[in-house]
């Protein structure tokens, strides 16, 4: 299964952490690539310095395409075959869709930041809520991607990188040659 996040409505001056943070999710919680609507010079620095230190997710090395269309992008994605998802609080309830989802081969996730245009309800296969109520892209991504892979992209391992070992008490890490110490 192959998972890009679509991040929409990008404003530089204000959203540069969170969608950052969008993009650090979306590698962690395994996938492939970020698109994004603008571009950030904050974001790419941020998002490569990750893939570099920290190494490439089950689906590879992670990548960044900034100034994307997202009409463009979703139009584009469904003529290939894929599906769309949009992430937005008046969707379907996610425990109701999650696995109809899981069935798809290539997925793209689309988050907002402002008020997401009214025609990607429409072109989404699916609207999504991961529960009704307000709260963050961060966090709809996180539980989605999470639901999506049954919670297996927590236990996989990031190649070439820095390895955290996992230690009930104090920090472990393992520190392959190209790397400087946190
Ligand atoms: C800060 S919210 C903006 C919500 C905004 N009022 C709107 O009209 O979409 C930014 C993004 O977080 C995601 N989001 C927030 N709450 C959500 C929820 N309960 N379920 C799914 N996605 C959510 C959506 O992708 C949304 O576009």
Redesign the pocket.
């Known amino acids: 299964m192959r998972v890009v996040v679509l991040r929409?409505?990008h404003r530089p001056e204000r959203d540069k952490r969170i969608t950052t943070h969008v993009g650090l999710v979306a590698r962690a919680f395994g996938a492939s690539e970020m698109l994004l609507t603008g571009r950030d010079a904050h974001i790419e620095e941020s998002l490569k310095d990750a893939a570099s230190r920290w190494g490439g997710n089950f689906a590879g090395s992670f990548a960044l395409k900034s100034d994307v269309s997202w009409k463009g992008e979703v139009i584009r994605w469904k003529e290939a075959g894929g599906k769309v998802v949009?992430?937005?609080?008046?969707?379907s309830n996610l425990p109701d869709v999650i696995d109809e989802i899981r069935g798809s081969e290539n997925i793209l996730v689309?988050?907002?930041?402002?008020?997401?245009p009214a025609e990607m309800y429409q072109l989404a296969d699916w609207n999504?809520?991961?529960?009704?109520?307000?709260?963050?892209?961060v966090?709809?991504?996180a539980v989605?991607l999470d639901r999506l892979f049954l919670g297996r992209e927590l236990v996989e391992d990031f190649a070439g990188g820095l390895k955290i070992v996992p230690s009930a008490r104090g920090k472990q890490v393992i520190y392959p040659e190209h790397t400087e110490k946190i």
Request: charged share 10%; net charge negative.
């Open positions: 929409l409505g949009h992430l937005t609080m008046y969707g689309a988050v907002g930041a402002e008020k997401v999504v809520a991961v529960g009704n109520q307000p709260h963050s892209e966090a709809a991504l989605f």
